[in-house]
């Protein structure tokens, strides 16, 4: 029980403090819901499913490989770090020449003929961020969540700012000032992944490039590279419907689509931020203790599913607030919600079922089951949305990833079983269900009824744990 409170400790760490962090960020929504329009919201929306996708290119697996070779016995984690650092500084910088040289063309392609500077200040903010995946990787196996948040939370407040000071102060002050628009949202994630950049000044010192070493080389390859298979099916298949969307809506309406359906999607935010508080400290504590009792990893899935089901059950019955967060005239697309949310909550489930095949070296298991998801999606797309609309899409999120779910359970119980509370799995799963669908569709004290039953259930059904006792 200790690893897993102090895992959950950790978590709660990242959780508490990545909170704040994660609610300034969105406080950007409101802003943008409001000073972009639909369809300029829907290519802001486009550059950033762009960025995600080259994030998971350009790191080629090399976070969760440096996780797995750093915590080998007898490894030696500074130059695991520099031979993992120098691999992306190369690889990125390659990058960075081709993007220079082409950005325009490129630009004009993508139908971005107008402004080919978005598609430069795009490629500038991925390879930043590419950069710092591996440094921040090296503060959470380090344990230094404090800084790591610290870091993330300047970053974070500095984007806030901009984008505030860029369409709300500025326009306000300055007589004529220029209309950029999706423009300003780059500008800003720009100046403040500089600064991420600059706060990671001690990760960039601790790079010793005579420490690169073939052998490891080829050891975080050799791991990384199924990730980078699997990842990328995998962004394509959390992304892709966007581009569906403008493909298959009527002409004149396919863009706006695209910014309703993300504008809703960031409601979604809520339970995300969980589930990303989670993994940061989930990775570094079963690689370290990727040898122990699977027992561990299967009351902590059960656990993550509880708070999971809390989180969709609450978000669904505080949408009466939770709904000023983005502009009323998105307000018509809400049904979408319920449907996105309990996605999101078997993808998050299925982010930590699949520590299985990380932690058996079998990470080209990764790939099967992202392919399967992204056929998922590929099919309830160019099925449901000519029928449903914007609809069709959230349908679709949610057919892949229960199949992914399903998949990497039925594949890690054959090759890694770990013995999971099926039983208590199940009643969590059917009540953020039942519970959550009570809560959108009932107003005021019924909505706020389906919580406490909610918590309830997790209370009577946790009491072992909650007494610290072990079941």
Known sequence: MSGVKKLFGDAALYGLSSILARLLNFLITPLLTVALTKGEYGVNSLLYVSVAFAMVLLTYGMETAFFRQSQREGADAERVYST?????????????????????GSAVWLGLAEHPEYLLWTGLIVAMD?????????LRAQQRAKRFVAIKTAQIVLNLVLNYAFFVFFPAVVEGWPKLQVGYVLLANLAASALMMLLLSPEW??????????????GLIAYGFPLLLAGLPGVANEMVDRFFLEALLPRGSAIEGVGAYSA?????IFLILFNQAFRFAAEPYFFKNAQGDLRQLALATRLFAALLAFGVVAVLAGLPWLKYFIADKYWNDLLLLPVLLFANYLLSLSTQVSLWYKLSDRTMMGLWITLFGFALTVAGNLLWIPILGVMGAAYATLLSYGGMLLLS????????????????????TLSALVLGG??????????????????????????????????
């Open 205 to 218: 010192l601790a790079i010793k490039p005579a420490r690169f070493d073939r052998s490891t080389a080829r």
């Open 438 to 471: 009570l809560a959108f569709h009932q107003p005021g004290w019924i909505a706020a009824a389906a919580t406490l039953v909610m918590l309830a259930v997790l209370l009577r059904s946790e009491r072992a744990i909650i007494r610290r006792r072990i079941p």
């Open 264 to 268: 809703v999607y960031k409601l979604s």
């Open 84 to 104: 993992a650092m120098t691999l992306l500084l190369a690889t990125t910088g390659l990058f960075l020449a081709l993007l220079v040289m082409g950005y325009r």
């Open 130 to 138: 590419v950069l710092a995946a591996v440094p921040f990787a090296r």
């Open 409 to 428: 359970l039925l594949l890690g119980q054959w090759f890694n079983p770990v013995p999971y509370d099926w039983a208590r799995l199940s009643l969590y």
